[in-house]
């Protein structure tokens, strides 16, 4: 962004908390305060009056504004969106409910499948059909179009999602039905499967296509109130948008993908991570966001954290894939685990501790917060393990009642295992953190990458608690704690390129590649990418990233692979079939150690990705000379190896100045947490104020 | 408790936690891989690791049941050929044998053996698909095994380090995608080596010699638990029995199933023999197909080992349909398979307070065409026929539950997943005209069964193909529950109108089209109990017609689709 008077305001809407960070001349300036559900727009305003008056500053003096919400998730999750129709291909008319036909839990007889967004009444067959390379095969009956005017002003239909079969590759028909609707019934809202996803896979493609317009009519609302009471307030800078892949983007591609929109939270603390890994000079890392319910997952190589197009919204068990609805889109990749401060701890049938995915919330919360919880939680191990000061917590607002954790998790677990609270409270902090490594080591696997040799940046509120014990199970030897780990994700909307991507499939094989299709293709993606990040770039220069997505003949899924983007003019010539061979051969090879001579491989989707340059980090100033801290405190902690409690000295981390150092065992306190070290690790402060905690050398 | 004993029962807790992690990450590198769809899609594999007894500590929960604890039956095989204290760091071992493993010679078995300070101290193992295993290919038609193809014996893969050659030119020149296959035996190979890895990691993290205590202790709790699950059924024989409709003649699978104080035994006495054609099931098939219907029902959470399989037991006559012996063909063997679950349910229902979930569909549809010059029906079709063949699974309904309906169009017991219209038709000359609910084909009940569907498919621009059909509950209906209906039966045929048998290679002529309906589950409770609601909603959806809500379940519709209170009372008491 423009250097020259950059005030620049980020604010996230989460479940509970909304958060703002604002940022004018160096300094950073964040808040935290409770969701107003039923008028969103009154707590960002509310927010933002409140900083700019700490920061002495006025909403006419605010060059950016940077907005990310789980709002559009809220009404997946709660399905609380307008009436939607489906109009789609005649015999297909079930493809979103019928799903990909499989159970998503082996064991469990008495799962729910995720109940459509569009009801079966509402999904409205109509006759046409293209085949896969787009050629007409049946002609769009516009009759029947027209027949279904009175049946959705009959429904009372707000929305309506076009999803045609093989759309991605001709979408003229999805084009006329909607010019049809549009003459007809002009307040609708229409959301075409081939704009909003336009990739092979009908029912992904149309489950994002239903998911867009289930959503459009109340976030349009939404976005529209937003800007014209910033207006009002005097706020006269441009209003951006986090996306789920990681960039920002105008107010206008908002409203007309408001399903690009559901994991902007996350998305910012990834961008959030990546850029610490960027200033921190790290090639390798994995970013750990632990807050009340959940553990979010993140692999970050060369400051890029790794991205994906397949993302699931709304889970109706346990946070397990394939039980909730997909969506085709642009996201950060990353795993989320049931696994915060609010988990529950409770003994399976085997009589092992088992922790989450069920979480106390805010409301009884864990027992330690005395409104009723009787269950054990994280938090309340944490408690007894004397890592939570219980006077201390929330900054002192809210005193916990170490008497109930201890009662708690002497009644649920201690007693039957036969061990003391403090115990029982070792076993559920340590198997939280065997569920956090367990599932990072997965997602690894799953990505073709290793986990260990990286560096670990922990923010969130509980995972400074708990990120030394996962290093050391992930055998990772660094740890970076950064301030206003809190608000992590809002200040990574502000560290965020303007960005878009674009998508879209065509089948070729490598062997007989039309090389004019293809650059046709391209072309049409590169001008839909420019028009959108134009808009918000004011001339900054942009770059551009191609990733072509491909498989050996045969298989059912394809690697992702980036083509340098050294085409001249912009366009493939007669190598590129060969050097797409390469790259693909290159890629599975790192990703699955062979490749396989004479198969041959086809094309599926390309993608293309267009974005202002990354923020350039900030040039560290010297690292000031190391000292040892003194510690006027001590507090009983407990010695994860011993299982004793060992007196341990706590520092105030608002006290420890760069070049600080702490040796482990000890804790560092903040407002909202603390940092947990044990005799395996030491701590330095680094210029930036990152706490950066690093395995000892053995002695 | 002292400080250690406590700290040594949180890492006995974590150290299983981590086990099981292990399998899933050594499966895990397995899908990845592969190019077999079935293990891609249906997750058709299985990983685990032993202790030097042979005895399974973990295994990888993967998308089909059909390998519980038939490898760990292979693994005792491996070790009674080659002892534990023979085998040298760098070994591997492999055998595809149906008998041994996993019934059917598609089913590669792997086995390599972790060594701690020169001593074996675990071993590990797969069970793979591979995309050929010559002969005729995958398919019921065979007479004998021989037909089926290339039969491994348990032999080294590698001899402490070196690949066995031989075997490696034998299986080369004898499959049909020799390149696949061999690339798949390596990663099996590879992915027993990512399990030790981690084993290894793990025991130096905890300062672990060996595993038998920790084995001890999750061989126990197992057990133990399963146990606890057994003690709360009612002691006692449930019978039960299902007709099926086999390959050319009908199918009897019967089961006694008695349950004791701390054991559940299944015995197939009275199963019809072994078929002429290759859908019979070998006994390690037979019992992980068993273990996973009483395991759902009684001990879901209970993880698969042998502990928790131990009271478990099970009998089939040799020479049964369920106790195949050599030479009898086994290649399609899952057409069975899937429907001992459900056999078993029967046997659960009467035990079990509130019942179980009725019937379903149960075995996969799996939509297998063929094109090109060696159809039978190419004569009068103008233009050429583009080779290829296509693989697609498709399922019918799952039978309704005690509390909530059946689902439509989900396997089960099978987890397979189905594959994209599009991306079928974008790599084969084919076209589907319909793939949707196939209406009224759910089980009325006061839980309604799930419903099945319709499938319509013609070649593209008319050209023909032939249908490798491999069809179930076409004449056989799945059975409802406590008054609950029975399931719409699946049909076979031609869009012009003549039906198809439900098994074995047929023609589709050009321009005409193949047309499936697969079966619904059936009705679980009288539908008169069903919520005037929920039917009203069947019927906006479209799901059953207002006739049947009549009809079936007594409930009568105001003209804007609305439930008539007074009617429905009236026609529902009478």
Redesign the interface.
């Known amino acids: 962004m423009h250097a020259t008077q950059n005030v620049r305001l980020a604010v996230d809407i989460g479940g509970t908390f909304t958060d703002v960070v604002l940022e004018a001349g160096g300094a950073q300036y964040t808040l935290k305060t409770l969701t107003t559900h039923e008028a969103p727009e009154r707590g960002i305003l509310k927010g933002f009056h409140e900083v700019l008056s700490a920061a002495s500053l006025h909403p006419g003096s605010v060059s950016l504004i940077v907005y990310g919400t789980t709002l559009a998730t809220n009404l997946l999750i709660e399905r609380n969106g307008s009436p939607t129709a489906l109009i789609t291909t005649e015999?297909?008319?079930?493809?979103i409910?019928?799903?990909?036909?499989?159970?998503y839990e082996?064991?469990?007889?008495?799962i729910?499948?995720p109940a459509p967004l569009v009801?079966?009444?509402l999904r409205f067959p109509v006759r046409e059909?293209m085949?896969?390379h787009g050629k007409i095969?049946l002609p769009l009956e516009e009759a029947s179009v027209l027949d279904l005017v009175p049946k959705l002003a009959k429904h009372k239909v707000r929305s309506i999602a076009i999803g045609f079969?093989?759309s991605?590759a001709n979408n003229l028909h999805e084009q006329l039905t909607r010019d049809i609707l549009k003459k007809e019934l002009p307040e609708l809202e229409i959301t075409l499967s081939s704009e909003v996803s336009p990739e092979?896979?009908?029912?992904e493609r149309i489950s994002t296509a239903c998911a867009n317009a289930y959503v459009q009519p109340l976030m349009s609302r939404h976005l529209k109130n937003l800007e014209k009471v910033l207006g009002e307030e005097g706020f006269a800078c441009p209003l951006f948008l986090m996306l789920s892949g990681g960039g920002i983007t105008t107010l206008k591609t908002a409203i007309q993908f408001p399903v690009r929109l559901v994991e902007s939270g996350p998305a910012g603390g990834a961008i959030f991570a990546a850029h610490i890994a960027k200033e921190m000079g790290f090639s390798n890392v994995l970013s750990f966001d632990m807050g009340g319910t959940t553990a979010k997952i993140c692999l970050i190589d060369n400051a890029e954290p790794q991205t994906t197009r397949t993302f699931e919204v709304a889970r109706v068990y346990r946070f397990m894939k394939g039980s909730g609805i997909p969506l085709r889109i642009p996201v950060l990749e990353m795993v989320e685990i049931g696994a915060g401060g609010g988990s529950l701890a409770h003994l399976?049938?085997?009589?092992?501790?088992a922790v989450g995915p069920q979480s106390a919330g805010s409301d009884p919360g864990p027992a330690c917060y005395g409104l009723g919880g009787k269950q054990p939680a994280v938090t309340d191990a944490d408690v007894v393990l004397g890592r939570i000061d219980p006077e201390n917590f929330a900054g002192g607002n809210l005193k916990l009642d170490s008497e109930k954790a201890i009662r708690a998790l002497q009644e649920n677990i201690g007693e039957t295992?036969?061990?003391?609270a403090a115990?029982a409270a070792?076993?559920v902090s340590?198997?939280v953190e065997?569920?956090m490594a367990?599932a990072a080591?997965?997602h690894a696997?799953?990505s073709?990458k290793v986990i260990e040799e990286r560096s670990l940046i922990a923010f969130g509120g509980a995972a400074p608690l708990h990120a030394v014990r996962l290093a050391e199970k992930l055998?990772i030897d660094q740890v970076i704690i950064p301030p206003g780990a809190g608000v992590g994700s809002a200040i990574g909307f502000l560290r965020a390129p303007v960005a878009y991507e674009v998508i879209r499939s065509q089948?070729q094989r490598l062997s007989a590649l039309g090389i004019d299709e293809v650059n046709a293709l391209l072309h049409e993606m590169r001008t839909e990418a420019h028009a959108v990040v134009e808009s918000g770039a004011f001339g900054q220069p942009l770059v551009e990233q191609l990733t072509a997505y491909m498989r050996?003949?045969?298989?059912?899924?394809e690697v992702g692979v980036e083509i340098p983007v050294r085409v001249k003019d912009h366009v493939l010539d007669q190598t590129a079939a060969q050097n797409l061979k390469l790259g693909f051969e290159k890629e599975y090879n790192r990703?699955?150690?062979?490749s396989?001579?004479?198969?041959d491989i086809?094309v599926?989707t390309w993608v293309l990705l267009l974005s202002t340059e990354k923020e350039i980090p900030r040039q560290g100033s010297e690292i000031p000379s190391p000292q040892e801290s003194i510690s006027n405190e001590l507090r009983f902690l407990m010695d994860t190896d011993?299982?004793?409690f060992i007196n341990a000295p706590v520092y105030s981390r608002a006290k420890l100045l760069p070049g600080a150092r702490v040796s482990g065992p000890a804790v560092i306190l903040e407002n909202d947490t603390a940092t947990v070290l044990n005799a395996r690790f030491e701590a330095e402060i680094h210029p930036f104020s990152y706490i950066v905690l690093t395995r000892k050398r053995e002695a | 408790m002292r400080p250690l004993s406590a700290l040594s029962t949180i890492h006995q807790h974590i150290m299983w936690k981590r086990l099981i992690s292990v399998v899933e990450e050594q499966a895990q590198a397995l899908i990845r891989t592969a190019f077999s769809t079935s293990v891609r899609e249906a997750g058709d594999l299985a990983a685990a690791v032993f202790d030097c007894q042979g005895r399974m500590l973990a295994q990888a929960v993967t998308g089909t049941p059909g390998h519980i604890n038939s490898m760990a039956e292979g693994v005792l095989h491996f070790i009674k050929k080659h002892p534990v204290e023979t085998m040298n760091p760098g070994d591997a071992f492999i055998t595809n044998d149906p008998w041994m493993t996993s019934g059917h010679l598609h089913d590669i078995t792997v086995l390599t053996p972790t060594f701690l300070r020169g001593r074996v101290i675990a071993l590990f193992a797969n069970t793979c698909h591979v995309v050929d295993i010559g002969g005729r290919g995958f398919g019921p038609d065979a007479r004998q095994v021989y037909e089926e193809g290339l039969n491994i014996p348990i032999l080294h893969l590698f001899h402490a380090g070196e690949p066995n050659k031989t075997l490696l030119d034998i299986i080369q020149s004898n499959v049909r995608e020799p390149r696949q296959v061999l690339g798949d035996i390596f990663s099996f190979a590879a992915s027993n080596e990512v399990g030790s890895k981690r084993l290894l990691k793990m025991m130096e993290e905890f300062k672990l010699q060996s595993l038998e205590e920790l084995g001890e202790f999750i061989i126990t709790h197992s057990r133990d638990a399963t146990i606890k699950r057994i003690h709360l059924l009612k002691n006692g024989t449930y019978h039960n029995t299902l007709m099926m409709d086999g390959y050319d003649r009908p199918i009897k699978l019967q089961a006694a199933m008695t349950v004791s104080d701390d054991q559940i035994h299944i015995d197939y006495s009275g199963t019809s023999p072994a078929a002429a054609h290759g859908i019979n099931v070998v006994l390690n098939y037979t019992k992980a197909y068993t273990c996973f219907g009483v395991k759902c029902v009684v001990a879901p959470d209970i993880p698969n080992n042998y502990g928790s399989l131990l009271p478990i037991s099970f009998s089939a006559p040799e020479g049964c349909i369920l106790n195949a012996q050599h030479p009898h063909p086994v290649a399609a063997r899952h057409i069975i398979g899937h429907l001992l679950p459900d056999t078993i349910l029967g046997c659960l229902h009467q035990v079990l307070e509130g019942g179980v979930q009725a019937e379903g569909s149960a075995s996969l549809w799996t939509i297998q065409l063929r094109g090109g010059s060696s159809i039978s029906s190419n004569s009068s079709y103008k233009g050429s026929i583009p080779e290829f063949e296509m693989l697609q699974f498709n399922s019918g309904g799952s039978g309704a539950r005690p509390k909530k309906d059946g689902m439509s169009t989900t396997a089960f017991p099978s987890g397979v997943k189905g594959m994209p219209v599009e991306v079928n038709e974008a790599i084969t000359p084919i076209i589907f005209w319909r793939k949707e609910f196939r209406s009224g084909s759910g089980g009325a009940g006061c839980q309604r069964g799930g419903l099945g569907q319709d499938i319509e498919i013609g070649g593209a621009e008319g050209i023909p193909f032939d249908v490798l059909a491999m069809y179930e509950r076409c004449d056989n209906a799945p059975k409802g529950r406590n008054n609950g209906k029975d399931g719409a039966t699946g049909r076979l045929s031609l869009a012009s109108g003549p039906a198809l048998r439900p098994k074995g290679q047929q023609s589709i002529p050009p321009f005409d089209r193949l047309r499936l309906e697969l079966p619904g589950g059936a009705g679980f409770g009288d539908p008169f109990d069903r919520d005037p609601e929920k039917v009203a909603e069947d019927v906006r959806n479209e799901i059953i017609s207002q006739e049947n809500a009549q009809i079936d379940y007594g409930v009568n519709l105001n003209k804007d689709g609305s439930v008539n209170q007074i009617e429905t009372r009236r026609t529902r008491s009478s």
């Open positions: 015999g297909f008319r079930d493809s409910e019928m799903r990909n036909e499989n159970r082996q064991y469990d007889l008495d729910d499948l009801p079966r009444s059909r085949n896969a095969l079969l093989h991605y092979m896979r009908e029912y399976d049938s085997m009589g092992r501790i295992l036969g061990m003391e115990h070792l076993g340590e198997m065997e569920n367990n080591r997965m696997i799953e073709g055998d089948y050996y003949v045969g298989q059912g899924h990703l699955y150690e062979r396989i001579p004479d198969l086809e599926l011993s299982g004793q």
